[in-house]
């Protein structure tokens, strides 16, 4: 199947800045995931998206978060203000029409000092 | 809600010996479920996902899995095991909730291979 791509692969910021974190997905995929994994911890849901809309958010992704899918092709997370515990991987994920599964990006790891 | 238990949060195994870990779920109804495997820094690969049909699904890299309702379960197993399966794998459950199949994972368990 084919790769679903982000970058960057690795983004270092400093605490109270924003970034955006970028994800490349096959255009035809209608739905859209972030999740994030803190260093040797579980996987964990953030954000679902579809249509242009978020579908479903968990706890964690709280008003410091949003997501846009701003030109039909790349899918954002953008941290307004980062913290410290922010620190993470962060994989996007795609789901396709026909596609009951995922396919998870290679992932961003973001470190914020 | 759902979740998933791996019990076994670290397993060593010779190289060439049986594998298999263990995973449970708490959902609903009849789940999706899913296992990935993780390399130090990378991504998430998919193994083998379970819809419905036959409850012994095959995956790649000669890992199958067998969903078990009556225990809830969907155990991994590989009956020979290679030193490049060292890594951290991850069992996950899918709602079934159209347009909107996010996922839970467990906690991991990390593989170890010795010669």
């Known amino acids: 199947e084919p790769e679903v791509t982000q970058t960057p692969s690795h983004q270092v910021t400093q605490m109270g800045q924003e970034v955006i974190l970028r994800c490349v997905p096959i255009s035809n995929h209608l739905y859209f995931y972030w999740y994030r994994q803190i260093l040797g911890q579980k996987v964990e849901f953030l954000v679902s998206?579809?249509?242009?809309?978020?579908?479903?958010k968990s706890e964690i992704f709280d008003d410091q978060f949003s997501v846009e899918r701003p030109d039909g092709s790349n899918f954002t997370l953008k941290i307004r203000s980062t913290k410290l515990e922010d620190s993470a991987m962060y994989f996007c994920a795609r789901q396709g029409r026909t596609n009951y599964g995922y396919t998870f990006g290679s992932g961003t790891r973001l470190t914020v000092v | 809600a759902q979740s998933v238990t791996q019990p076994d949060i670290h397993i060593t195994v010779s190289e060439g010996a049986s594998l298999e870990l263990r995973c449970n779920y708490s959902y609903g109804a009849t789940p999706y479920l899913f296992w990935y495997v993780q390399s130090p820094g990378q991504g998430l690969q998919l193994l083998l996902k379970y819809f419905s049909g036959d409850t012994l699904v095959q995956g790649i890299k000669g890992f199958e899995a067998e969903f078990k309702r009556s225990q809830s379960s969907f155990n991994l197993r590989k009956p020979s095991v290679h030193w490049s399966d060292a890594a951290e794998y991850f069992c996950a459950v899918g709602a079934r909730t159209f347009g909107n199949e996010k996922l839970t994972f467990g906690t991991g368990t990390r593989l170890t291979i010795i010669p």
């Open positions: 998206f579809y249509n242009n809309e978020i579908s479903e």
